[in-house]
């Protein structure tokens, strides 16, 4: 099976690498971002190596975007843990209370196919019975669909949650993505993006090989933490839907594991 990163070259912003503003964007890779720059990253706990700089900050891990802002508090803070196989959150979580809906919107410059993708991925997340449900909205959600600028190296990006509320936006890649893409695998890349936008790190945090090929490489605690989920497992899980990158056409619904990690949190 072909596996594509997510990001090419991954509130933080989260973004979905393939191996997610209709504006140009000059990219960068590595070569022109600073050692100041990627020690901070690596003060912050993230992986520093093929740092990507993007407008406003740079994106890291093939799915993380680090704001400006959020690169001076890596003098600030201290990083929580750096962990084995298991699945893990962040310290960020949706406030749900006894029960929250949460309202996701698309641009209307988006394919019409998007949407169908969407209402699958929002599907998925409502049939387990969770403290915080979702729908789609014609505009204004609390999470609201874009497109990435057309020179983007990732499929799609996402953020963690703030002051108890999801992350507001998700960012898509047309370019790669297309205007027709496999429904099941674009929901897929959906849901693993609104999973960031409630607090999820990736499955594969702690060596995303097992997922994207290539070398050993743990993306560090972070300042938004890894905290492993109670219940799911500490050997590899392959088939998540949190997993840093995804197959060309492959679909990833919740497995046993994923719903243990949603139902513990929500």
């Known amino acids: 099976m072909k596996v594509n ?55 890291v891990e093939g799915d993380i975007f680090l704001s400006e ?28 209370g006894t029960g929250r809906n949460i309202t996701i919107s698309i641009d209307s410059k988006l394919p019409s196919s998007y949407i169908a993708a969407l209402d699958e991925a929002i599907a998925r997340y409502n049939a387990e019975g969770l403290t915080i449900t979702m729908s789609r909205v014609s505009s204004s959600g609390n999470i609201h669909i874009t497109a990435a600028p057309r020179n983007a190296q990732y499929l799609a990006s996402a953020g963690f949650p703030t002051n108890g509320n999801p992350y507001n ?6 370019r790669y993505i297309g205007n027709t893409p496999n429904q099941a695998w ?29 070398s050993y490489a743990n993306e560090g605690a972070s300042t938004v933490g890894a905290v492993h989920i109670p219940g799911t497992p500490t050997t590899a899980d392959p088939n998540s839907w949190m997993l840093a990158c995804i197959g060309s056409g492959q679909n990833r619904p919740f497995n046993a594991n994923d719903k243990t990690a949603l139902s513990y949190l929500y």
């Open 186 to 214: 674009f929901a897929t890349i959906l849901a693993h993006e609104i999973g960031h936008c409630i607090g999820f790190r990736h499955t594969d945090y702690m060596d995303r090989s097992y997922s994207c090929g290539g």
């Open 69 to 96: 802002s959020d690169l001076t508090a890596a003098h600030n803070t201290k990083a929580l843990r750096v962990g084995d196989s298991e699945q893990y959150r962040t310290t960020n979580l949706v406030n749900a």
């Open 169 to 174: 936006s998700i960012k898509v890649a047309t």
């Open 5 to 59: 990163r997510l990001l090419i070259v991954g509130a933080l912003v989260a973004a979905f690498g393939f191996t997610s503003c209709q504006q140009d964007e000059e990219v960068a890779t590595q070569d022109t971002v600073s050692e100041n720059t990627l020690t901070q990253i690596a003060e912050l706990g993230f992986y520093n190596k093929n740092v990507m700089k993007v407008d406003g900050g740079y994106v």
